[in-house]
């Protein structure tokens, strides 16, 4: 519990420092904002892989695409007036040797006003405490910043099978003057605990008992799929930030007007199985999806065009850099440190040893 409270801490300190920091975050990157911004978009990432620096810390290489590129591509679309619903499809935190419990991720997806996380694969790879600690700097009510919401409907309680975090959300926005509703389910890997040490997964399970597939498919027809649609909303967002596969899950399934992905960065149209149109978004970890929302003929709300934003195109934001500039020193310092000496015959067979 010492460990939790520290961790907390120490990321409300990082946004509290936030509120001092002159201007919007990622206000220098306005003018590369659209001529034409649309009234209300949902941009989403995924696959960022904890890319949080200018530089990296252990290999002193330059970090592209990362996090301050994406808050930067943020702040010129909400400059041009753009009202904004931002998902992350998860493996948002790294998994390489140099670890921070995700703290400047949480304190990058607080800071650049992301409204929820899918938990993936890489969010599990923190282990049981550091994903605990993570969720909960992310969703605290407390410090500056925003909260974002957690939702994934397959990181179930393995005795009652319910969800640990909140497995969707209804998001209450505007569109021309009318009250828009939009559902947003969360599905991650439901394979996780294949690819996690042994008791990483102890008390949890990805899938319902009766789903004996194991299939995302089956999670969302005859499990969720009832649950959303009583909330009556406009539009329905599934995120299944599971790596590949998005594509079936979308051509499989039906009452999903987005579906966002966690494979390869793509935006395109499909066919349901009711042979509906659905439209599919992925970042891929260098871009930042834009589809665009709309009212149609009858007043009701669809589903407009989307497109990717190439991350390469947009500095990375200056004052988000200096939030993170203590954890960056940190990692600097953790990055330092040594921790074994490798001796040995180097020229023969053989493993070295390291003391």
């Given amino acids: 519990m010492a460990r939790k409270r520290h961790f907390f801490q120490k990321i409300l300190a ?11 975050l990622g206000a220098a990157a306005a003018e590369e904002a659209p001529e034409e911004a649309p009234a209300l978009a949902i941009y989403t990432t995924g696959g960022m892989a904890g890319r949080t620096w200018r530089q990296d810390p252990l290999t002193g290489q330059t970090v592209e695409q990362g996090w301050q590129n994406a808050a930067a591509a943020l702040a010129a679309e909400r400059a041009a007036g753009t009202q904004t619903l931002v998902l992350d499809s998860g493996d ?30 890489n969010e599990f790879r923190l282990g049981p405490e550091a994903r605990e600690d993570f969720f909960a700097a992310l969703t605290g009510a407390e410090g500056a910043g925003t909260p974002v919401r957690v939702l994934s409907g397959s990181y179930l309680d393995a005795d009652s099978q319910e969800p640990v975090e909140e497995a969707f959300a209804v998001f209450q926005l505007e569109l ?4 828009l509703r939009v559902a ?14 042994d008791g990483w997964a102890e008390g949890v399970r990805f ?39 998005a594509a079936d899950f979308a051509a499989g399934t039906a009452g999903i007007d987005l579906v966002v992905g966690g494979g390869e960065a793509r935006a395109e149209t499909l066919r349901n199985a009711a042979g509906e149109s659905v439209t599919l978004v992925s970042g891929g970890g260098a871009e930042l999806t834009r589809t665009v929302i709309t009212r149609d003929g009858d007043g009701g709300a669809k589903v407009g065009e989307s497109t990717l934003l190439s991350l390469a195109d947009y500095e990375p934001d200056d ?19 040594t921790v074994g000496v490798l001796t040995g015959d180097w020229a023969g ?3 070295p040893l390291c003391v």
């Fill in 14 to 24: 990082l946004l509290a420092g936030a509120a001092l920091l002159a201007g919007p």
């Fill in 92 to 121: 948002a935190v790294g998994a390489g040797p140099l670890q921070d419990g995700g703290a400047a991720v949480a304190a990058a997806l607080r800071s650049m006003g992301c409204d929820a996380l899918v938990p993936g694969l």
């Fill in 176 to 179: 021309e003057g009318a009250p």
């Fill in 184 to 197: 947003v389910l969360g599905l991650g890997p439901l394979d996780a605990a294949d690819h996690l040490p």
């Fill in 207 to 245: 899938a319902h008992g009766d789903n004996e597939e194991n299939s995302p498919i089956w999670e969302w027809t005859h499990y969720w799929q009832p649950r959303v649609e009583a909330e009556h909303c406009d539009l329905v967002v599934v995120v299944y930030g599971a790596g590949s596969g």
């Fill in 319 to 337: 004052s988000l850099d200096r939030l993170l500039a203590p954890l960056r020193e940190e990692a600097a310092a953790g990055a330092a440190e």
């Fill in 349 to 351: 067979q053989g493993d």
